[in-house]
């Protein structure tokens, strides 16, 4: 069974940085697809950042791209999210999540449905 656990949310002003951590209970290559999501109550879950592994291709939202960058490191089994130039609208619940068996195809923003483990969430809020 696999197990993600998110550290790293707390309240920063607008224009901070964050960085989020997802660390994973096996190897980060047990999975195929990794991936942050962010949700605000009452909304839908959003896809921020998914990466597929056997290849790194990494796709960012584009209302992160070039502020949010998602890195892993293999000897800590831990995959990041750095937040920089947060905006009051980042302000969500950050989610992990893996799909050990997600195909390329299935490993997108919209593809929470290909992802078996989810982790319990970190809180992020940005204050203007």
């Known amino acids: 069974q696999l197990q993600l656990v998110e550290s790293g949310g707390g309240s920063v002003q607008a224009g901070g940085s964050l960085r989020l951590s997802c660390q994973v209970s096996?190897?980060?290559?047990?999975?195929?697809?990794m991936g942050w999501f962010r949700q605000v109550p009452g909304k839908e879950r959003e896809g921020v950042a998914v990466?597929?592994?056997?290849?790194?291709?990494?796709v960012y939202a584009d209302s992160v791209k070039g502020r949010f960058t998602l890195s892993q490191d293999n000897a800590k089994n831990t995959m990041y999210l750095q937040m920089n130039s947060l905006k009051p609208e980042d302000t969500a619940m950050y989610y992990c999540?893996?799909?050990?068996?997600?195909?390329?195809?299935?490993?997108?923003?919209?593809?929470?449905?290909?992802?078996?483990?989810w982790g319990q969430g970190t809180q992020v809020t940005v204050s203007s």
């Open positions: 096996t190897s980060i290559y047990a999975s195929r697809c």
């Open positions: 990466i597929y592994l056997p290849i790194h291709s990494t």
């Open positions: 999540a893996a799909g050990r068996w997600t195909g390329y195809s299935s490993c997108t923003l919209a593809g929470e449905s290909g992802l078996d483990y």
